[in-house]
């Protein structure tokens, strides 16, 4: 779609009518599912994600308490079947936009009782929100609709234009106070803000969000060996048959705080630990060019921390 000459990034009629695979789009999830895999040899708990991410949930969250949970994009139900592996007293439903992952969910958690709703998330009934304690969106809000080469002009010409994008995009900025990018154009991760402020508003108790991130940082001492370019304004990633776009995690958190959540914020690494081995070392400082299997290493690692993650706890006054 073109209006005034931005763009409306989708890949809804991608998800409901062309995905036919992830094979190709190795998440950070997808990647440590596999028992045997390279990858998790790395990690100081040979783990998979959903599992990895339970246990630090639970020093942050009371998951002895949590019950009903609402997956929102949940891939090939990995990191479900991870949360349940560890608390089978979990109540979860999984709602997808895709048919097809739906289905993939169902023969991933056959062994558990779940229930599934095929549905655009953005189009959920607010009220549907409200029985869940724990609401999850893992590598997956790059997918909601991102607002391309917008400008400030744009969005203040008189009178309030008629656009319903732009009035959205507008919204944002005047409700959260969010910051003016800097520059003339800039990327607006408009689905993601609204998808955050739905589950805000809906006061589920608990939110997890997890992507690739515009604005993700290295700590010094991994510097030498792991270089990230951040833009602080959403980036294009292109894959098959789509494009989808980094967050701009400092605007969810605005949205989030304006709606009465602490929040704590962090790469996966903080939940998915490695020792700098002198192996990893090498293997690093050589940008993985000496075998196959080393490039997958070096790409896992830095995913570690282009994916950022909120953890998002509704205020009691």
Not at 214 to 225: D, I
Request: net charge negative; with cysteine.
């Amino acid at each position: 779609m073109m209006t005034m000459n931005y763009t409306v990034n989708s890949t809804k009629a991608y998800h409901v009518n062309q995905l036919n695979s992830l094979g190709w789009e190795l998440t950070v999830c997808n990647a440590l599912y596999p028992e045997n895999t390279l990858l998790r040899k790395l990690l100081r708990n040979n783990n998979s994600y959903g599992r990895l991410l339970y246990h630090y949930l639970s020093n942050l969250l009371p998951m002895e308490k949590i019950k009903r949970v609402v997956e929102i994009g949940g891939g090939y139900g990995y990191l479900m079947k991870g949360f349940l592996d560890s608390n089978k007293a979990l109540e979860p439903c999984m709602l997808d936009i895709s048919p097809y992952l739906i289905e993939k969910q169902k023969e991933t958690l056959k062994d558990y009782h779940i229930s599934y709703k095929v549905e655009d998330f953005l189009e959920t009934d607010p009220g549907f929100l409200g029985g869940f304690d724990l609401a999850i969106m893992n590598e997956n809000l790059g997918d909601f609709p991102t607002l391309i080469n917008l400008s400030r002009k744009m969005l203040e010409l008189p009178p309030k234009s008629h656009d319903p994008y732009l009035r959205q995009a507008l919204y944002f900025f005047e409700r959260y106070k969010l910051d003016w990018p800097p520059g003339e154009a800039f990327n607006l991760n408009s689905g993601a803000l609204e998808a955050v402020e739905k589950l805000c508003a809906s006061g589920v108790s608990y939110i997890f969000l997890g992507e690739h991130s515009c604005e993700a940082t290295v700590p010094e001492s991994l510097r030498p060996f792991i270089q990230i370019q951040s833009a602080g304004s959403p980036e294009r990633i292109s894959l098959m048959g789509h494009d989808e776009y980094s967050i701009k995690f400092s605007y969810l958190q605005q949205v989030a705080r304006a709606l009465d959540y602490r929040c704590i914020r962090g790469p996966f690494a903080d939940f998915i630990p490695f020792d700098l081995t002198e192996e990893l070392r090498f293997i690093m400082a050589s940008h993985g060019q000496h075998k196959d299997e080393d490039e997958m290493i070096c790409q896992f690692i830095e995913d570690l921390y282009k994916y950022e993650y909120l953890v998002l706890i509704k205020e009691i006054h």
